[in-house]
């Protein structure tokens, strides 16, 4: 009889330790993923401010040119600026081969700058910006892109540094 008992009391320290350990691991992953999220959250906002101050802060230097680097998250594949001066913006874009959620995030907002990664995963307001052919994307290398920031008085001009 008591080999029995002995036996029930291990099968329900076994399921309790089993229980246990898979809340623990439940627990810790939900955890991690939301740090992974916080963290992506803190360097997109980071970017959004950089940009934002290297593009004011070059604007008004007439004819001065810098390399600016810049962090994206993991998540973003590429960063795609607009042109300020699309008048038009029911006219079509002239980059044919550019992502259909950027050319309708120019059409139906103000906004000048575009993070892609599997979709849309940002977009903000960074200041008078010019580039060549209404749009510029750059693919990120290392989750980093550079750019070379030129003022132009009362906007800046930006292109890949190469």
Do not use: H
């Amino acid at each position: 009889m008591k080999k029995t008992s002995q036996l029930y009391g291990q099968i329900f320290i076994y399921a309790l330790t089993l229980i246990l350990i898979s809340v623990v691991l439940i627990y810790g992953y939900s955890a991690i993923k939301n740090f992974r999220q916080k963290t992506d959250d803190i360097v997109a906002i980071k970017l959004e401010k950089d940009l934002k101050n290297s593009i004011q802060s070059i604007t008004n230097d007439y004819g001065s040119v810098s390399k600016k680097e810049f962090q994206l998250s993991g998540d973003i594949t590429q960063a795609c600026f607009a042109d300020f001066e699309i008048a038009d913006k029911s006219s079509p874009v002239s980059s044919v081969s550019l992502n259909k959620l950027v050319i309708n995030s120019i059409r139906d907002s103000d906004k000048n700058v575009f993070l892609l990664g599997d979709g849309l995963k940002s977009s903000f307001f960074a200041g008078r910006i010019s580039v060549d052919n209404d749009v510029l994307c750059i693919r990120t290398t290392g989750n980093r892109i550079t750019l070379r920031m030129e003022g132009k008085g009362d906007y800046a001009y930006l292109s890949r540094w190469e």
